[in-house]
């Protein structure tokens, strides 16, 4: 009788621990909430846990809590997060100095720690997701030199800098000004720094547009502020859709909301996402590797997501375009 | 002989800050045509009495009446309303706005909202014609010499058309020019009605323009006179009260202690051209001498502060006198100037942070200044030097000239000297701080120290010296005794005399 | 009056500046360009008044930016949230910059806090609440009111119209009345404008007030042209203004100066440096080290006529 109750325990504490390794909790600790960005995030990430959680045989509990923009309060929810023992942390640190203490923690705890869109300054997490914004110019100037062949014009284009001290605008540069040297269907006539001003996305645009009459195309490194540029546009009168005898070639970065109307107008010929499904694709990817004890197999600057590039002619049928659907 | 009734009077008046009594019996009377004088040392009470007319404070006792109907101010909205007006001694001029600008700043005239130009720059005129100035209303008062300003000031109280009008000190930056428009302007104020109030401690210039004098002393008014039936001395008497009458503080017949410093030959081209002296301990060696004879030039040199000097300078050491570098000198001489602000106070800073400011490797242990000591240095000074302050904490730039002149002392006072040098030490002060430095002077000399006097005033210099050093023309010229007579002091500024030449 | 030019050498290297950028790339000189210039200095050039009154007292008013983002974000909610129209909006904006404004003058006046440090502590409140106003989104506005902001009467933009009228209206004011003059007395000596009676606290509350408006303006004007509220609206304009303000020849003393050229030419500068820069296409790395070598120039000659004037005294 003691022996097979024994054998029964056993059994139940092995089938326990089974379940619990194809059972994982993954604390998600977002620095604030409140914009379409990140709630699409968080949709996509749970979708994806569901669907490369049952081809892995993985389930995935989210613990998930918001920190109100406040790094010592987001400090306090990793701490949460590490007491309940969670697998794994997820975090989009809303300091990029303070998540290091964050990070230290998880690590002294055992937890892997995965840094998500925004990197960490100091402490090196066990991963960082985030988008590839080196892949995203190259995948834009090459669709668009790809675009003037076919129309058979020679793009003369103006490129609009993002500001230089952000990694992400010198990535852009670096990416276009490469595809723009190999390939003869472009090339840039001027570089107008804009420090993501809008205003100087504007008045640059519109000094550039008076300096170089033959320029035909811009390479604008992020449509946060394409109504800036539309504004330049239309003062020499050359802001109309593809078709019409004015068009102005336009290839942008991120195709935020307020750039997909303008793309599914005709406005916008080419751009590469800032693309939060592939970013939470990725996401859910390493986190699954990481709670198995693998590795996630990440660049030098982390497993970065490339994004998709878009045209008037796909965007009405596109998956899973958080700027479109998410307002 | 009809006298008009008073436009002013202020009885009995009393006002304390804190603990201490400003005014504690406040008299003062104006007339309609007529300067009265409000005289007295720094401390009597004279400011706080303006401040009561002003509306800036008001009093704890007393009443002020303005043409028979008692008044009280509740700001100086209220006294400017009542036709008080003052020209303060720190003139409120606006550097970059024009002279027209200036006089009708704050009461511009208008039209439409906007400035009525042409009125403004008539009436500015009318009023500095009133004053005899000529000065161009269109332009900048930024570029005007000190005397135009305070015209300007004038103008601006007078566009008020006040009944009465202070003076604070106003002639204290003029030249003597300069000082004498200011009196006509001054009498044709008289001559058009207004009473004028003039403060000044220059007791030649209240004998030059006041009809009558009222003079304070330790926060009450101790007296009225007709300027006619008083003179400067009388004037004085009352101010100073029991400190008594100018007069010479040194006995004649003082033994000079052995030789303390010995120069020979000192020469420097072209600022000194031949220097030989000896000062002895506990001696005050005045130096006397024409503007431009050499004689800041010569203590300068002396100290090597002009740069290299030739000849010789000896010091009394343990071994007798034995020939010494500048610098040497200077570690054991104070030297106190008339530029009190240039020379080393520092205004923002306290009283004994000033005292202990060159005296800090004294007060400091392992390389930490000792807070102890420096306070108790402070203290012993101030009391030694009579220095009134509040306490060792009080900001120096809060002090009155004397004060600060004391402050300036005690800082030197507390390396104990051996050499004590005073270039016009007494310049700008009060009747009562003159007094009280020269006194110092006396009483460190009776320690033993060696003190060198520059004085231009020659009765200061008559008061305190045991002997005269004669500086004519860049050369010293000789010596005179102790005893000498002013004929004889202001004879040897131009002939040679029958000196006595140092051994 | 031409004391309002402090100095001839400055206004001489901006024509030299014209001269070669324009032979650089002839497209500078063109009428376009000009009108293009004057546009792009629109929202500058209104910060920038508001911020000469408060020079001239002898303080500063480095919240201005962050008010121009406050109002325009409320702005937006407004018409993106509640329906309302643009103009209705933007004069909700223009309240919005008043009430902080006053803000700013209280703190001044009656806290007698310093400016530097009242406005530094201003500055980053309301632009944290503009942050929570907006979620840190980006709003995009009706196209109305990004046509008005772009709308030419002829070759010359409505923008610049209304800014040079404000500009010259409050230079009037500085020049011409009791309220402007008593405000040049503040800064040539601000004690002594207490000793003969000036209004000081109501001057120097009405001058912040005048700034807050003229601040929010400006973020209504700038974010007008641009079509869009971001994060970005305002973001170092404080700055800005006062360099425009400095190289303008406005002494940050106070009391000196003329609102008018000041403004302009300090704004003129800035702007004909970037124009030309654009036009010419130089480095995007070398905008700063070459904005901040004329900037420098242009600052030395006016020191050097400055030190002048100064020993005439």
């Not at chain 2, 045991?466 to 010229?477: Q, T």
């Amino acid at each position: 009788m003691n022996y097979s109750i024994t054998a029964l325990a056993a059994a139940a504490v092995l089938a326990a621990q089974g379940a619990l390794a194809n059972d994982i909790t993954v604390g998600l600790s977002w620095n604030s909430k409140t914009q379409p960005l990140e709630a699409a995030w968080e949709d996509y990430m749970k979708a994806e846990a569901e669907r490369q959680g049952a081809a892995a045989g993985v389930t995935i509990t989210w613990v998930i809590n918001v920190a109100d923009a406040d790094p010592s309060r987001q400090a306090s929810n990793i701490e949460d997060l590490i007491t309940q023992g969670v697998n794994v942390i997820v975090a989009r640190a809303e300091d990029a100095g303070a998540i290091g203490a964050s990070i230290r923690a998880a690590n002294a705890a055992g937890i892997p720690f995965v840094t998500f869109d925004r990197a960490s300054g100091t402490v090196a997490p066990t991963a960082h997701v985030g988008g590839d914004s080196y892949d995203q110019a190259l995948t834009t100037a090459t669709a668009f030199a790809d675009l003037m062949k076919e129309q058979g014009i020679e793009g003369k284009c103006i490129e609009l800098q993002g500001a230089l001290t952000d990694v992400n605008a010198i990535n852009r540069s670096k990416g276009w000004t490469e595809i723009d040297a190999a390939r003869p269907e472009i090339s840039t006539l001027v570089q107008v720094p804009t420090e993501w001003n809008p205003e100087l996305f504007r008045s640059g645009m519109a000094n550039a547009l008076r300096a170089h009459p033959e320029a035909n195309c811009a390479f604008i490194a992020s449509d946060f502020a394409i109504t800036a540029v539309q504004s330049a546009l239309e003062e020499v009168d050359r802001w109309a859709p593809a078709g019409d005898a004015r068009h102005f070639w336009l290839a942008t970065q991120d195709l935020l909301p307020g750039a997909v109307p303008l793309m599914e107008g005709g406005y916008i010929d080419v751009s590469t996402t800032y693309d939060a499904f592939k970013h939470s694709e990725e996401l859910v990817r390493v986190v699954i590797a990481l709670s198995k004890g693998e590795d996630p197999m990440c660049g030098p600057d982390g497993c970065l997501a490339k994004g998709r590039v878009v045209t008037p002619a796909t965007i009405a049928t596109i998956e899973n375009l958080w700027s479109k659907t998410y307002k | 002989m009809t006298v008009p009734p008073p436009v002013l009077t202020m009885t009995g008046l009393r006002k304390a800050y804190g603990t201490v009594q400003a005014v504690s019996d406040g008299r003062l009377t104006a007339r309609a045509g007529e300067v009265m004088a409000l005289l007295g040392a720094n401390g009597a009470g004279k400011s706080t009495m303006m401040n009561l007319l002003g509306g800036l404070v008001s009093p704890d006792a007393g009443q002020i009446g303005i043409a028979g109907q008692a008044v009280s101010f509740a700001g100086p909205t209220d006294a400017i309303r009542a036709g008080i007006a003052f020209v303060q001694q720190e003139l409120s001029v606006f550097g970059s706005m024009t002279v027209a600008e200036n006089v009708f700043a704050g009461a511009f005239p208008t039209r439409a909202g906007r400035i009525d130009r042409a009125a403004m720059q008539s009436q500015a005129r009318a009023l500095l014609a009133q004053l005899g100035a000529t000065i161009d209303v269109g332009r900048p008062v930024d570029g005007l010499s000190t005397g135009d300003r305070q015209m300007v000031e004038i103008a601006r109280a007078l566009r008020a058309r006040p009944r009465i009008l202070i003076f604070d000190e106003p002639t204290s930056s003029l030249s003597g020019r300069e000082k004498a428009l200011l009196h006509t302007a001054i009498r044709d104020l008289k001559a058009q009605g207004v009473a004028i109030i003039y403060i000044s401690h220059f007791i030649s210039d209240v004998f030059d323009i006041c009809d009558r004098i009222t003079v304070m002393r330790n926060g009450e008014t101790v007296a009225e006179r007709l300027a006619s039936q008083t003179d400067q001395a009388g004037v004085v008497r009352l101010m100073l009260g029991e400190i008594g009458a100018a007069g010479r503080i040194v006995p004649d017949d003082a033994v000079p202690g052995p030789v303390a410093l010995r120069v020979v030959g000192l020469t420097a081209p072209p600022r000194i051209r031949e220097a030989s002296f000896d000062l002895h301990r506990g001696e005050i060696l005045g130096i006397w001498g024409l503007l431009g004879a050499g004689r800041t030039e010569l203590v300068r040199g002396l100290l090597g502060l002009d740069g290299p000097v030739a000849g010789r300078i000896e010091l009394h050491g343990p071994n007798g006198l034995a020939p010494v570098p500048p610098r040497d000198l200077r570690a054991v001489t104070a030297f106190v100037t008339e530029d009190r602000r240039g020379e080393g106070l520092l205004l923002p800073f306290s009283v004994s942070d000033n005292i202990a400011l060159p005296n800090l490797d004294a007060l400091s242990q392992g390389g930490v200044v000792q807070r102890g000591r420096v306070r108790e240095l402070a203290l012993r000074l101030i009391r030694t030097l009579s220095i009134k302050v509040s306490g060792p904490a009080q900001r120096a730039g809060t002090l009155s000239g004397g004060n600060q002149q004391k402050v300036v002392l005690a800082k030197w006072l507390a390396g104990a000297p051996t050499i004590l040098i005073l270039d016009e030490p007494t310049r700008g002060l009060d009747l009562a701080a003159k007094d009280d430095i020269l006194r110092l002077a006396v009483d460190l000399a009776g320690q033993g120290v060696a003190v060198l006097l520059i004085s231009s005033e020659l009765e200061e210099l008559m008061r305190v010296s045991h002997r005269y050093l004669i500086v004519r023309e860049r050369c010293v010229a000789g010596t005179l005794p102790g005893h000498a007579t002013e004929a004889e002091l202001i004879a040897a500024l131009s002939a040679p005399v029958a000196v006595q030449v140092p051994a | 009056m031409m004391r309002g030019v402090l100095n001839y050498g400055f206004p001489l290297i901006l024509a030299g500046l014209v001269v070669l950028f324009g032979v650089l790339s002839p497209s500078f000189l063109g009428l376009a360009n000009a009108m293009g210039i004057l546009h792009a200095m629109v929202p500058i050039v209104v910060v920038a008044t508001g911020m000469a009154l408060v020079v001239m007292l002898g303080k500063l008013d480095i919240s201005v930016g962050a008010i121009g983002f406050a109002g325009m974000s409320m702005a937006a909610m407004l018409i993106d949230g509640a329906g309302w129209s643009p103009l209705a909006a933007s004069a909700a904006a223009l309240g919005v910059g008043a009430a902080l404004g006053a803000l700013n003058g209280f703190v001044v006046v009656v806290l007698r806090v310093n400016p530097l440090i009242a406005t530094l502590g201003t500055m980053i409140a309301f632009r944290g609440l503009a942050l929570q106003i907006t979620d840190s989104r980006v709003m995009v506005l009706p196209d109305a009111m990004r046509n008005f902001g772009n709308w030419t009467i002829g070759p010359v933009f409505f923008d610049v119209l209304l800014a040079g009228a404000i500009l010259l209206a409050v230079h009037l004011v500085h020049r011409e009345t009791p309220f402007g003059r008593t405000i040049t007395a503040i800064g040539n000596d601000e004690a002594a404008a207490r000793r003969i009676g000036l209004p000081v606290g109501r001057t120097v509350f009405a001058c912040f007030v005048i700034s807050g408006v003229l601040g929010a303006l400006g973020g209504v004007l700038g974010a007008a042209q641009v079509g869009a509220v971001t994060t970005f609206l305002g973001k170092g304009m404080e700055f800005t203004a006062v360099a425009v303000v400095v190289v303008g020849g406005i002494s940050l003393f106070g009391g000196r100066g003329s609102v008018f050229w000041g403004v302009l030419l300090g704004a003129l500068t800035f702007e004909i440096i970037r124009a030309g820069l654009n036009h010419v296409g130089a480095n995007p790395y070398f905008y700063q080290l070459i904005g901040g070598g004329i900037i420098f120039v242009a600052m030395y000659a006016a020191a050097l006529k400055a030190r002048e004037t100064r020993l005439q005294d």
